[in-house]
């Protein structure tokens, strides 16, 4: 503990952080009094600028570090110490995820008593930067658009925000010292539709942007959702995508189910689901909301949308199969978790976006008959202690019967793609490890020892089976992996522009419970085509490049690089069905797949195309 007479506003204190505090700073102690700090990391030793002096707790910003923490960055932003949006931006993002992980394992203990419930790795985001589609700005007397600093309030003036995607700083660079007739200004974005909404209406000449349009249209995994102005909708576009994944694999679909989507907000989950089910039905209260999704349901014959306070709908449906809970932060209404109890769906999913009423509600629900079977943290705020949560729970005597086994040792969106529509049920853990190529090695001895090494990490804490892969391009002697940067990625595209090359794929799958591990590869020949330089640009440009080997994907349907293929179409796209389903049956698992699915047409000959219907 530091002692300090008299402590005021503009003294320097020296302190070493011992913790967390609720909003994401950094705590010590002052007097006898909590320190929350903006800038500092646990274990740090540094010099803190007290800014508030409050009669319960200080606050403070650093001043100096005298002792950094093995984590801590340099932030990049130039207004990282004024702003305050950004907790963690002086923070490592993998640490960030980690941190994110032990706030809801905090939670679900602090809170909800629930102290042996494992959580899972938190997904990371697809991008940690420029990943927001809606930013909300305050506007000074002058005009000038910027941000409220959450401890002094100073307006802080920004020309541009790196949390925002790139279209939104443009729009800002045009709404900056033109915006006088507001006091706040909202600007969404649609990330995969290019659509936009910006509110209120400006008069200004200077401004050549539309304002003051009543909606727009934003494209979740390839179907247009209207989003209205006042209407919510996730900010962060393609985690929200891995969310209705994520959501899909818990729920256990088997196309059956009357599935309710409660706080449905526009639709999205509910929408989406649709077709796996037999009867969608949402649930929201906002009427602009409603009036979005029944437009974005209105082609979708087997939905149902309700208005209405969920606790006031809930309890007098019918016994649904399925049900998920997307609530605000305020977390469930007590009568929505009492109806819940009542009717008892076999399966429930709670997405949450804060830990502390997560962890109430599931209280209510454990205390009740559900168990839960699994606990996923999402990162859908990089930079931020914010985390988004998504538990999967299950009738007390169906959990551990109805638990998944297999775990994808992998953060590829296509390879849980291709098992979720195989119709398998799987985890996802991210292996973390260093995936540089080995000197000496052959391109299929290399893909199969980094296969290995992902399925061996996950094992070591998981249990059940766990299912590795890698994948590398082959061009003549050279193996390609994923391209350092966008510069590196239109160099491997324009080596590979009408050539011919190699795609190996290699699977690992070990089984934790039996000790037994089995390791393949599979190669396809790929044919590319002659595309064009200015192709590579937009294709590298729009952002789809970075994280595939080669630098390409083949199932790309706006740049469709390859002209032709001989092999197995799925194993270039990160894979190969029949591989896994071999190699699971060889550590002696029998995979449940889908009756209805079969290989695409472009998988030429393939033995799992054979099965019976």
């Known amino acids: 503990m530091v002692t300090a007479e008299k402590i005021a506003k503009g003294h320097t204190v020296t302190v070493r952080f011992t913790g967390w505090g609720r909003l994401g700073e950094a705590l010590a102690e002052v007097d006898d009094k909590p320190l929350f700090t903006f800038g500092g990391i646990p274990g740090e030793e540094a010099v803190v600028e007290i800014t508030g002096v409050h009669r319960r707790y200080l606050v403070g ?43 809801v394992t905090d939670a679900l203990g602090r809170v909800g008593g629930l102290h042996d ?85 400006f008069q200004h000449e200077g401004i050549a942007l539309e304002t003051g349009r009543s909606h727009y249209t934003e494209r979740l995994l390839g179907r247009d959702f209207r989003v209205a102005s006042p209407s919510f909708f996730q900010v962060n576009t393609h985690q929200a995508e891995q969310m209705v994944g994520i959501v899909r694999d818990a729920l256990q679909l088997t196309g059956k189910e009357v599935l309710v989507d409660a706080y449905a907000g526009v639709g999205c989950f509910a929408v989406l689901l649709a077709p796996y089910v037999k009867e969608a039905i949402a649930i929201e209260e906002s009427a602009p909301a409603v009036k979005d999704g029944r437009e974005n349901a209105s082609d979708v014959e087997n939905f149902r949308f309700l208005r209405g306070k969920t606790e006031e709908v809930l309890g007098d449906m019918d016994p649904p199969d399925a049900v998920i809970l997307d609530p605000p932060r305020t977390g469930c209404h007590e009568d929505v978790l009492e109806a819940l109890c009542k009717l008892a769906p ?88 260093d995936e540089e190529s080995v000197v000496g090695q052959t391109p299929e001895q290399q893909a199969s020892a980094r296969a290995l090494a992902k399925a061996e990490a996950v094992a070591q804490r998981e249990s059940g089976t766990v299912v590795g892969a890698d994948t590398v391009v082959v061009d003549g002697d050279d193996a390609l992996g994923k391209p350092h940067s966008p510069s590196d990625a239109e160099a491997m595209l324009r080596r590979l522009r009408g050539g011919t090359h190699r795609v190996i794929t290699a699977v690992a799958v070990v089984d934790v419970d039996n000790g037994r591990t089995a390791v393949r590869s599979r190669e396809t020949t790929v044919k590319m085509r002659d595309y064009s330089d200015s192709e590579i640009q937009r294709f590298v440009g729009a952002g789809g490049a970075v994280d595939k080997a080669g630098a390409y994907a083949i199932q790309d349907e706006v740049f469709h690089p390859a002209e032709s293929i001989d092999g197995c179409y799925l194993n270039v796209v990160g894979l190969p069905p029949c591989t896994v389903v071999d190699l699971l049956r060889e550590v002696g698992v029998e995979p449940k797949l889908n009756e209805k699915w079969r290989p695409p047409a472009e998988c030429g000959s393939c033995p799992l195309a054979e099965r019976e219907a």
């Open 117 to 201: 419930v494992p959580v899972k790795d938190t997904l990371p985001s697809p991008s940690p930067w420029g990943y927001r589609n809606h930013a909300r700005f305050t506007v000074n007397k002058l005009g000038r658009v910027g941000y409220v600093n959450r401890e002094s309030r100073a307006f802080v003036e920004v020309d541009h925000c790196m949390l925002m995607h790139p279209w939104i700083n443009g729009a800002l660079r045009q709404l900056q010292g033109k915006s006088g007739e507001t006091t706040q200004v909202s600007v969404r974005y649609g990330v995969n539709s290019g659509d936009y909404l910006i509110q209120p209406t």
């Open 61 to 103: 910003r650093v001043a100096e570090v005298v002792e950094a923490s093995p984590y801590r960055v340099s932030a990049p932003c130039a207004y990282a110490g004024s702003c305050t949006g950004c907790q963690w931006q002086h923070v490592d993002y993998n640490h960030q995820l980690e941190l994110k992980r032990l706030a």
């Open 346 to 433: 076999p399966r429930v999913v709670y997405v949450s976006c804060d830990p502390a009423t997560l962890a109430r509600d599931l209280k209510v629900l454990v205390a009740g008959p559900f168990a839960i079977e699994s606990v996923q943290p999402v990162d859908m705020f990089p930079q931020t202690y914010h985390v988004e949560c998504i538990v999967s729970l299950a009738l007390r005597d169906q959990a551990s019967a109805s638990a998944s086994t297999i775990t994808l040792a992998s953060q590829s969106p296509r390879r849980r793609q291709i098992l979720r529509d195989m119709g398998m049920r799987f985890a996802i853990a991210d292996p973390s490890i």
